[in-house]
């Protein structure tokens, strides 16, 4: 059996309020439970409320030893690690894996590094856990007791990875942060700086990167994608920053058979009225299509059983 609940499902920073209240104001956090087994995707601020979850529900059954997954280092994602309160504590033992962009920093300074005196009471190198920080590519890890987990990487301005966990013939795959590819050369003719081959071979190169990424969830379970934008909001000055627009999302799902899809990375601006709606525009989209997809929009202390 594998388990996911949301701790956190907002991008860019925690907006909590009056109008957030539905599906949360924190930034992005997931559990993921295979039996027994703990993994954590990304410690955005609400990884604060499932350290505190983990104080009684683990803590008592021994020492706390899990994983944490990071999709890439924006702040977002990594925030809350200060705040987990696990690594205060003696006994526990953390392994950390995520892409790194910048090679001169690893994972260590760019999270660790958050714990200094200038911007908090305790530094990295007074906690007390065990950690141990590993940086990732595109691979297949074989993490033990039949659990697999695969990366892709994505198209965000740094680097960022996606992650399918398979275990006892189930997937739940993340997509996050990311946006289609597209050609980044001029196709039209009357532009100073069009190039017919440059054209073509750029239409060519988008089509195989985001089949990639098709390939990549493909019969999955569950996937949760980012869906940030409305297709008008990314025309709208969005293109180029890294999100995907619900419209994208839900088409890829569609192509690729997914059994479930989760809407994930919720704009801030986005309040609880503006996703009842779209939530509810897109299950009736997939309906009258006939698609064997099903979509939701995640919510903090949601969570999903996959048997």
């Known amino acids: 059996m594998i388990k996911v609940k949301f701790w956190g499902v907002r991008g860019s920073i925690p907006c909590p ?24 995707i990304d410690a955005g601020s609400g990884i604060r409320e499932l350290a505190n979850f983990m104080l009684g529900n683990d803590l008592p059954k021994g020492p706390i030893k899990t994983q944490i997954f990071f999709s890439h280092t924006h702040w977002d994602h990594i925030m809350g690690f200060p705040f987990f309160i696990p690594i205060f504590i003696p006994g526990t033992k953390l392994d950390i894996y995520g892409p790194v962009t910048y090679e001169n920093e690893g994972l260590e300074e760019i999270i660790g590094g958050q714990l200094k005196y200038r911007y908090f009471p305790v530094k990295h190198s007074e906690l007390s856990a065990t950690i141990h920080y590993h940086h990732l590519r595109e691979c297949t890890l074989d993490l033990g007791d039949g659990l697999t987990v695969q990366t892709k990487y994505l198209n965000h301005p740094i680097l960022c990875l996606g992650y399918k966990f398979t275990y006892k013939g189930k997937t739940v ?29 750029g239409d060519i190169a988008a089509k195989q990167e985001n089949n990639k990424i ?5 019969d999955t379970d569950l996937l949760i994608h980012d869906s940030q934008y409305t297709t008008e909001e990314y025309n709208k000055g969005k293109v180029g920053w890294g999100h995907s627009t619900y419209n994208w999302v839900v088409n890829s799902a569609h192509k690729a058979n997914v059994k479930t899809l989760a809407f994930f990375h919720h704009d801030p601006m986005s309040d609880d009225a503006k996703l009842d709606k779209i939530e509810k525009f897109y299950k009736n989209m997939l309906k009258k299509a006939g698609s064997n997809t099903q979509c939701f929009m995640s919510k903090e202390k949601e969570e999903i059983i996959i048997e």
């Open 17 to 40: 309020g009056p109008t957030t209240v539905k599906y949360g104001g924190n930034t992005a956090c997931i559990e993921l439970r295979f039996d027994d087994r703990l993994v954590i």
């Open 173 to 201: 795959t993340t997509c996050y942060d990311t946006e289609p590819f597209r050609n980044l050369f001029p196709t039209d003719p009357n532009d100073p700086k069009y190039d017919e081959e440059a054209a073509r071979e």
């Open 214 to 218: 098709l390939q990549f969830f493909k």
